[in-house]
């Protein structure tokens, strides 16, 4: 049982970590000059981008955690 709860929670932070690295800014104007335009919701733009760093690390460390602790086997 929590198994399965664990690996849906893995599935959803492995989703939500490749949308959030979809959304960082790239150094080139590649697809994020698509989105460039329109306003923004944070004061300034490295207030933006420290945000997302800090939820993207941390969805990180969730998705590995979760990945070593279900590849593992110790729920068992």
Partial sequence: MI???LS???IASGVL???LVLLHSPKGDGMGGLAASGSSMFTSASSA???LNRITW???IIFL???IILSAGWLK
């Fill in 65 to 67: 955690s979760l990945a």
């Fill in 8 to 10: 849906w929670i893995w």
């Fill in 49 to 51: 981008e420290a945000s």
């Fill in 58 to 60: 941390t969805c990180l």
């Fill in 17 to 19: 970590l490749i949308l």
């Fill in 3 to 5: 198994t399965a709860f």
